[in-house]
């Protein structure tokens, strides 16, 4: 029923796997938001995975020498943390507020958001 403009879909049971590859495809980005539809669950927990992963990251790194950190800095753009947020409200809540948006969400179908009237 819509998404996020430039965001990616991941599903929670596949992040685990996935993690190790997907902070190295987005160690660039500065700061990352997770959300589920209503990011209570699914969302935080993904999050807060992310940054065990991170802080696994610059523990290791904080072990070799300075000229191996010096390697993995600039293997990583000089950055070995970034900054993880939880979308407030998950999905639901960005689609009600920024629906008619086309620059915020792609996709959008009014007719998956109809709740039901009985």
């Known amino acids: 029923g819509g998404h996020i403009r ?6 929670a049971h596949e992040l685990p796997e996935k993690l190790p590859t997907l902070i190295d495809e987005y160690k660039a980005v500065p700061q990352l938001f997770f959300h589920c539809a ?5 969302g935080p927990k ?17 072990q070799v020498t300075a000229t191996e950190r ?10 070995l943390t970034q900054q993880v947020n939880i979308l407030r409200g998950g ?12 620059n915020l969400v792609e996709d959008y179908v009014a007719e998956y958001w109809i709740e039901d009237q009985y």
């Open 6 to 11: 430039g965001s990616v879909n991941i599903p």
């Open 91 to 102: 999905f639901g809540e960005w689609q009600r507020l920024y629906k008619d948006d086309k």
């Open 46 to 62: 993904a999050a807060n995975r992310w940054t065990e992963a991170l802080a696994a990251r610059e523990e290791a790194a904080s």
């Open 38 to 42: 209503l990011s209570q669950v699914r």
């Open 70 to 79: 010096a390697a993995v800095e600039a293997s990583n753009n000089g950055r």
